[in-house]
């Protein structure tokens, strides 16, 4: 497997340290492993933060900045940040108004998110955490570790970034952004495996004519494998998965998501199939999003999330917002 | 008795053993995981060996506190908050006498398995660290060389099982068939207390 690095071990600190010459908007502290908005702290403003593996980029530092993020934590290659990182970034963007921890649910996010959330208020910051939670492909039971947070993590930040920049408080600010995962489902398919730098190969084995059907951003296999179907099919397959797990009475937001390797191409032929399904399933769509936003490496694939929306949920998502990976309105 | 250069030469053996087997670790993890179990431990280790080697705490306790914390600061995943719980509470329990008994590592052990146990939700059974851990405890109070054994065991008893908590639940049944990582890295560790135990000298690596 040929990758455009140097060796596995400095791979985030490569990618940060060139991130940082290409955002001057953003202070990036490789060394720390913190990418903060430059204006951090705003008086009064309630502070965001994410984070999690990297290998999903942009997610999270490709969303900080003004009406998203105000600081992303990136762990290793699809490993959790540690609780240093997180306190290090609450303490950074908070200005008394208290920091919103959104915390997609893996384990290894949840416990550290949670360990950081102590370690945060007994330095005297005021922690709300909302847990993402919208993949359909999981069994949301006793006996897993619980539905994995996926693409609703763009529409949790974007929407609470927004009503965060208008300066609204802590409890609303984390009110809305639990709304927003309340709302949301998402489905994701595999036609490659991606391969990580400490492994160098793809970390499973996906025969040529062959797809993966409920994936998460991993790289771990989904919940089952099929012969390869066409777009039409998959596009099909997922919305009704989606669908078959929420019944929107409102418009929705979509977000046809690329998992890193599959071309816009690909993506926008796969959203008209997406977009005929949903037309005759009665849904409305409001706002269309297409393109690599919840990556995973260099997975080939594509995923699906549904946001239903009110004319409150649709205001604030239409917010202005400036950030690497997400741009509109200002 | 055991003092506190008997718990740096566990950590320092566990250290060793994480190396030696991290791409093992990775390879387990790769079926059911995300491929990375082996090298995330072994950063966290090579640090905790790195610190222990800079300060040198005069208490068991100190010993197990501070590479607990080494851990949380520096894995990350599941396995950063797990493993460093685990010696962290561990440590606790030992409080701060200068050597402490075969038993009384026992006892506390055992305190900190089952906070893990509290932290991650896992129960025996899981597919978890949790299936070599628990009857690795319940061997110690024979011997060093029963835990390791009953740890081993346990690692290789969690290939049939259905994994419930951690990312490889996501897969459901497709889980079944394939030895825990974790499981299998916390073996690595009860096995490094044996070495620390029998061959004191050649742990030093």
């Known amino acids: 497997m040929r990758m455009l690095i140097n060796v596995a071990e400095t791979v985030v600190a490569d990618a940060l340290r060139g991130m940082a010459v290409a955002h001057p908007e953003l202070t990036v502290d490789v060394e720390n492993r913190v990418v903060v908005r430059r204006d951090a702290p705003v008086a009064g403003k309630v502070g965001l933060v994410s984070g999690g593996g990297s290998g999903h980029e942009p997610l999270h530092g490709g969303f900080v900045g003004p009406g998203m993020l105000s600081a992303a934590c990136p762990g290793e290659v699809f490993t959790s940040p540690v609780p240093d990182q997180m306190v290090r970034a609450a303490a950074a963007v908070d200005s008394g108004a208290g920091v919103l921890f959104i915390v997609k649910n893996y384990t290894g996010d949840v416990l550290n998110f949670d360990m950081a959330a102590e370690l945060a208020e007994d330095e005297g910051i005021r922690i709300a955490k909302v847990l993402v939670n919208d993949d359909v492909a999981v069994t949301d039971s006793l006996y897993t570790a619980g539905r994995r947070g996926t693409g609703a993590t763009l529409f949790v930040e974007k929407i609470a970034g927004a009503a965060a920049e208008e300066g609204q408080p802590l409890e609303r600010v984390e009110a809305l952004a639990r709304q927003v995962n309340e709302n949301s489902r998402s489905f994701g398919v595999a036609l490659s495996a991606c391969s990580t730098p400490a492994k160098g190969s793809p970390t499973f084995d996906l025969p040529a004519g062959e797809l993966e059907l409920g994936v998460g951003i991993h790289g771990e296999p989904g919940r089952e494998r099929r012969a390869m179907m066409t777009s039409r099919e998959i596009a099909d397959f997922s919305v009704n998965a989606v669908l078959d797990d929420m019944s929107p009475r409102n418009p929705v937001l979509l977000l046809v998501n690329g998992m890193g390797a599959t071309p816009l191409l690909e993506l926008y032929g796969f959203n008209a199939e997406v977009q005929r399904v949903l037309t005759e399933r009665g849904v409305a769509v409001a706002r269309t999003l297409v393109g690599n936003y919840v990556t995973s490496l260099d997975m080939a694939g594509a995923s699906v999330t549904l946001c239903q929306v009110d004319e409150e949920l649709l205001r604030l998502y239409d917010a202005p917002v400036r950030t690497p990976g997400l741009r509109w309105g200002a | 008795m055991l003092d506190a250069d008997f718990f740096r030469r566990w950590m320092t053996a566990t250290a060793a053993s994480v190396a030696h087997e ?141 994994a419930r908590k951690g990312r490889a639940s996501y897969l459901g049944e497709r889980s079944i068939g394939h030895q825990d990582p974790g499981a299998t890295s916390a073996a690595l560790l009860i096995a490094a207390l044996a070495t620390a135990a029998e061959a004191p000298e050649a742990t030093d690596v």
């Open chain 2, 22 to 162: 991290a791409e093992r670790l990775t390879a387990l993890d790769s079926p059911i995981g995300d491929a990375d179990h082996g090298s995330n431990l072994h950063r966290g280790f090579t640090a905790v060996a790195a610190v222990l080697e800079k300060e040198a705490p005069d208490t068991p306790g100190a010993v197990l506190i501070l590479a607990g914390r080494q851990l949380i600061s520096t894995v990350g995943g599941a396995s950063g908050p797990l493993y460093g719980t685990l010696l962290r509470r561990t440590g606790k329990a030992l409080g701060d006498a200068a050597e402490v008994s075969e038993e009384q590592l026992t006892d506390a052990l055992r305190a900190g398995v089952d906070a893990v146990m509290t932290l991650g939700g896992a129960a025996p059974g899981d597919k978890t660290m949790i299936d070599s851990l628990v009857p690795a405890v319940d061997a110690l109070a024979e011997s060093f060389t029963a835990a390791r054994a009953a740890a081993d065991e346990g690692a290789l008893a969690t290939t049939p099982l259905q």
